[in-house]
């Protein structure tokens, strides 16, 4: 009984249905928090004793790096279970994860050029963090550029899936480079053992602002996912039924 929302959600027309009632409300709600959470950065937030305003960035550089890590996890998760228990839905969430991940990705990374160049005098070092950041972003490339080599779906799913549990180790590797090896990157500030090493006023807003990465990260996915369900099951009875309810609640 207890799985039984795992194998109602592998079925697609119940996923595009639930996908579809959910997606607006991560929407809608990223968006606010994204208003206040920019609000409480660039305005409400004191500015910090060592970096001035540049420290401002971080609401920006910060979840994107956080989301990164999580958008792979959840490719490489939704893929492992596409590829263990041949569920089609989990394949289309690993697919939907591509591209957001491509995007989260390539954020931290140019803003991190952004914030380097003052503060450390350079656009580009070649320190542990940044490199296996880049790594990550040539992971979830090499998922997308391999599912658009194999025309067969099937065997796309299963050497794709592949490639994103391969890559999976890189995650832990991003999270803790900077405790492993010497890097010009600070020490962790708020994810640590003891108390956030950053004041109230500066971390709520960084907080609000990764939930709102968040809430973003699952809208697009939704999005994502149930378009390429669609994809899959194109001529299917009950996706021509799906597309006449959405064409007649969109005219109502």
Not at 83 to 95: G, N
Not at 115 to 131: F, K, S, Y
Not at 140 to 163: E, H, K, N, Q, T
Request: with cysteine.
């Amino acid at each position: 009984m207890s799985w039984a929302w795992f194998h109602r959600f592998g079925s697609p027309p119940y996923f595009y249905r639930v996908a579809g009632k959910l997606a607006p409300w991560f929407g809608w709600s990223a968006l606010v928090l994204v208003l206040v959470s920019l609000y409480g950065g660039l305005v409400r937030a004191p500015v910090d004793y060592y970096q001035s305003d540049a420290f401002r960035i971080i609401y920006v550089h910060v979840p994107a790096s956080w989301l990164a890590l999580m958008t792979y996890t959840t490719m490489a998760v939704s893929a492992a279970i596409g590829l263990v228990w041949r569920i089609k839905v989990a394949h289309a969430v690993a697919v939907a994860c591509a591209p957001a991940g491509v995007s989260f990705t390539v954020v931290s990374l140019v803003t991190g050029m952004i914030w380097g160049q003052p503060t450390w005098g350079t656009w580009w070092a070649w320190d542990p963090r940044i490199v296996s950041q880049l790594f990550l972003l040539f992971f979830f490339l090499g998922y997308i550029g391999l599912r658009s080599a194999i025309d067969d779906p099937d065997r796309a799913d299963r050497a794709s899936a592949v490639l994103a549990i391969v890559g999976v180790v890189n995650v832990p590797i991003v999270r803790f480079s900077v405790d492993w090896w010497n890097s010009l990157h600070q020490a962790p500030t708020v994810m640590r053992m003891d108390k956030p090493a950053m004041p109230w006023e500066m971390l709520w807003p960084l907080l609000l602002m990764a939930l709102a990465y968040t809430l973003y990260f699952f809208w697009i996915m939704l999005v994502r996912a149930r378009a390429e369900v669609l994809r899959r099951d194109r001529g299917g009875q009950w996706v021509r039924e799906a597309l006449a309810r959405d064409a007649a609640g969109g005219s109502a």
